[in-house]
């Protein structure tokens, strides 16, 4: 009997990293992306007066063949590639790819759905710092590059924030124009 649920499970390994395998290498054709690419976005809401050209990165996980993208807003959530460019201003976007594909192993894309999907509905993390109850946007999709391939895309950085409390101040963070400008990724 535990042989056979050994089997079982081996099986259904198999066929979902087959599944995930095939959704990755095919590109969705109205975004041109695939499993473990990056979106960039300059939300509508919260940063017009930003000088910055992205504010919200998120990371396209293709399901039943449809682009859903992740990310850490109020919460962590998901959506469709859709309704995520729907959030930006003026509805522009970019979407950078992995440079090293291979990297992107059926089991990196398991390793990203799954985790992505263990953290949905996590709250945000105001203070922009390192901890896996809380996520900051540029630091989820960090998270998640980071723990299923093991590719760092950008170096964090120590920023200096004026705090009492010792857990605040002198904080690694990772900021999106970094991840932007990451040596990793291409459009």
Known sequence: MKKLKYTVLHLLILILTSNIYKAQTTNNTKYDCKSGDLIFIKDTAEHQQSKNKYNYVGIILIENNVPMVYYAGHFVTKCSIGQFINLSLHKKYTIKHLIEQELLSPQAIATMQLFAKAKLDTNY??????????????????????????????TPKIIQKQSDDAQIANQKIVVIKDIFDSQFIEE
């Open 125 to 154: 993390n105001n203070n922009s710092t390192f901890n896996n109850t809380h996520f900051y946007n540029s630091g989820f999709v960090w998270e998640v590059y980071k723990s299923s391939t093991g590719l760092p895309l950008c």
